[in-house]
């Protein structure tokens, strides 16, 4: 059933930064959503802050994250969900020790 996507290292991008794993995209047949899982090194960030049209919602699933919204900062924790608007200036970082590993969920 390709309804069914179970993790899979041969899908896995890795970087310098951590790595991310795409399970939901036009590859399985979604048209307007897009999910992965990431994992992001001490200290880093996936990429800079940005902006998109679609929805987006990052679910931290384990460690420290700074959560950049607009002008506004803030740090979270495991099991914390973040919805960005569209056209809302965002980004994730890790503020800890140890790897975070999050869930994004886009629409677009």
Not at 42 to 66: K, R, W
Request: charged letters at 20%.
């Amino acid at each position: 059933m390709q309804n069914i996507i179970s993790w899979d290292e041969a899908r896995k991008r890795e970087h310098a930064r951590g790595f991310a794993m795409p399970f939901v995209n036009e590859g399985c047949g979604a048209e307007k959503l897009a999910m992965h899982i990431s994992e992001i090194l001490p200290g880093q960030a996936a990429h800079e802050p940005h902006a998109h049209e679609g929805e987006e919602i990052m679910f931290v699933l384990e460690g420290t994250a700074e959560i950049r919204m607009g002008d506004e900062v803030q740090t979270v924790g495991a099991n914390t969900a973040v919805f960005c608007p569209p056209g809302v200036f965002h980004g994730i970082r890790n503020a800890g020790e140890t790897p975070i590993r999050y869930m994004i969920i886009r629409t677009g």
